[in-house]
């Protein structure tokens, strides 16, 4: 059964830190790209971060470079999003995403976790 269980969220400050979590079960996990995406109230989803199967290449949207930084641990099947000097525009529920296309695609989300950043 595949799994992805994302934690870490909360209320922060502006300007303050938060540190993302989402471990992951039930599949490859070194065999998929990793996304964290987030979604504000009445917003759409929008991708924030993105890192490759093994790791070495990331790309982030244009409103969190230099802020926010993913990494994965692929022996432990866990991928992070360290969120650094935190804006009340980056309020949302954060949900980690598994995608892996090879003729087939897979695409797997987690249930979400909430981001408050507010004084």
């Known amino acids: 059964q595949v799994q992805l269980v994302e934690s870490g969220g909360g209320l922060v400050q502006p300007g303050g830190s938060l540190r993302l979590s989402c471990a992951a079960s039930?599949?490859?996990?070194?065999?998929?790209?990793m996304r964290w995406y987030r979604q504000a109230p009445g917003k759409d989803r929008e991708l924030v971060a993105f890192?490759?199967?093994?790791?070495?290449?990331?790309n982030y949207v244009d409103s969190v470079k230099g802020r926010f930084t993913i990494s994965r641990d692929n022996a432990k099947n866990t991928v992070y999003l360290q969120m650094n000097s935190l804006k009340p525009e980056d309020t949302a529920v954060y949900y980690c995403?598994?995608?892996?296309?090879?003729?087939?695609?897979?695409?797997?989300w987690g249930q979400g976790t909430q981001v408050t950043v507010s004084s």
């Open positions: 039930g599949f490859t996990f070194s065999s998929y790209a």
């Open positions: 890192i490759a199967a093994a790791g070495g290449s990331t």
């Open positions: 995403n598994a995608y892996r296309s090879r003729g087939i695609t897979y695409n797997y």
